[in-house]
């Protein structure tokens, strides 16, 4: 099976929606995904992964299927972190980014817990294993769907209908960092701390399988945007560095 895994266009954070490039950076990855076709479409519920979607639904002629799991409020809910200002204040953002904060998941002593990294003192009063069992237990929900059931830890996962199929699914950066560390079985800040993602970037896993009725997924590209190459349209991560 092949995985695809498409962040939303340009986005409109307010009200959900995406602005003009982000349509043309959804109708740019719809005509790559439509040269080999897909065999399931899901997408998040939010407006900006549905719309991000819409093209390839229509060039191939697939209905979605929306994935409340992968919205991207719940995971901002899930592992956002909360300072408090000097004027007394508070601002939310989420765990990796917050100021200092990639230093703190750094050290040794966050690093030896691995997937427990969330049992350290300094994140005392926040729930963040709930937000990953959440993430962890719906997505091997969907892959034991397709016909690989996750071996927890192992980065396995055991072969029950093997097929060559080929499944999307547009959602988000926010929680396809911690969705991508799950089901590769990566502790989510040391993933989410050294890969993210940019407007419609295609990410493609290919469930390999090893042998002994187990595939073990392999990251084929991450976040590509060739499709944006291709179509003449700004090459700017995110509307910021260019390259």
């Given amino acids: 099976m092949l995985f695809y895994y498409i962040r939303h266009g340009d986005p409109i954070y307010s009200p959900d929606s995406l602005t003009p490039l982000g349509e043309r950076q959804a109708e740019a990855v719809g005509k790559r995904l439509a040269q080999h076709g897909l065999d ?23 209905e979605m299927e929306l994935l409340d799991f992968a919205n991207e409020g719940h995971a901002w809910r899930d592992l956002s972190y909360t300072i408090k200002l000097e004027d007394g204040t508070e601002r939310h953002n989420w765990l990796i980014d917050t100021p200092g904060m990639r230093v703190k998941l750094s050290d040794p002593s966050v690093i030896a817990l691995g997937h427990e990294w969330y049992t350290h003192p300094m994140f005392e009063g926040y729930d963040y294993k709930k937000g990953i069992d959440r993430i962890r237990e719906n997505a091997d929900e969907l892959f034991k769907k397709h016909g690989y059931e996750h071996i927890v830890g ?3 996962y055991r072969i029950t209908e093997k097929n060559n199929s080929r499944v999307a699914l547009f959602a988000h950066a926010g929680f396809g960092l911690a969705f991508m560390s799950v089901i590769l079985d990566i502790p989510y800040p040391q993933f989410a701390m ?50």
């Fill in 40 to 62: 399931k479409i899901y997408a998040s519920t939010s407006e900006r992964a549905k719309l991000t979607a819409k093209p390839a639904c229509e060039m191939l002629k697939k």
């Fill in 154 to 156: 192992t980065g396995m």
């Fill in 194 to 243: 050294h890969f993210d993602m940019q407007h419609s970037g295609l990410t493609v896993i290919d469930f390999t399988d090893v042998g002994e009725g187990f595939a073990i997924p392999r990251v084929l590209t991450y976040s590509n945007d060739s499709h944006i190459f291709k179509e003449n349209l700004p090459l700017r991560y995110n509307n910021g560095t260019s390259f």
